[in-house]
């Protein structure tokens, strides 16, 4: 007989990190400061999933605050909020081809969540779009780089306020101007934050540097 496979997950009772980010903008009272560290909290939190997956060899490679659930509870979590990445859908385990590069194969769909997507997985789109009307097999490698660009998007997205388009048009220097104008933010955070969203997958820093910066 064939075997039957269970896939158990966790029920999480919350609102998605976009829902999130809206209602503490909302919130005129709330001290810059205070939102700041919210943040923070928040996405500490969603590096220790991230950091996690990457541990185990996956790369989820469709990260955005919508694909994030915050779930609030009295103990545990950054704040008081437990956060859970979802929809793992475009997952890729990268234990296949060295625990490094994720190979993606030429029927295989790339999910680009616009402003999210990291500059090589918009690459790998267009060469798999050229290479399928062309009948032509083409594997495309990705790395783990990709999910924490889309990270660092997040992050820098509810620091600044700025939108994904804005953020995603900005040099180093400019998007290191406005982080130093956010409130709240430790100094020794801004290079490494804005590093997150560096063009060149190698220039940015592991999910698990991330994680012990923002513990």
């Not at 503490?24 to 969603?46: G, H, K, N, Q, W």
Request: with cysteine; aromatic share 6%.
């Amino acid at each position: 007989p064939t075997p039957e496979v269970w896939l158990v997950m966790e029920h999480v009772e919350g609102k998605s990190l976009t829902q999130v980010m809206s209602e503490v903008v909302s919130i005129p009272a709330l001290d810059p400061v205070e939102r700041t560290s919210v943040t923070l909290r928040v996405m500490y939190s969603v590096s220790k999933d991230l950091a996690y997956i990457h541990s185990r060899d996956y790369a989820h490679l469709d990260l955005s605050s919508n694909n994030i659930m915050c779930a609030y509870r009295r103990t545990g979590g950054a704040g008081g909020v437990v956060t859970r990445l979802i929809d793992f859908g475009s997952a890729r385990y990268t234990g296949a081809v060295g625990g490094a590069d994720v190979l993606v194969g030429t029927c295989s769909v790339l999910a680009l969540t616009q402003g999210y997507a990291s500059p090589e997985m918009v690459e790998a789109a267009e060469a798999k779009n050229a290479a399928s009307a062309a009948g032509v097999v083409c594997d495309v490698k990705l790395t783990l780089a990709a999910d924490v660009y889309s990270f660092g998007m997040i992050l820098l997205q509810m620091l600044t306020g700025k939108t994904t388009a804005a953020l995603a048009k900005m040099n180093t220097a400019v998007t290191l101007k406005h982080l130093r104008a956010v409130a709240g933010v430790p100094a020794e955070l801004h290079s490494l934050i804005v590093s997150c969203v560096e063009y060149e997958p190698e220039d940015r820093p592991t999910a698990a540097a991330v994680c012990g910066a923002l513990g």
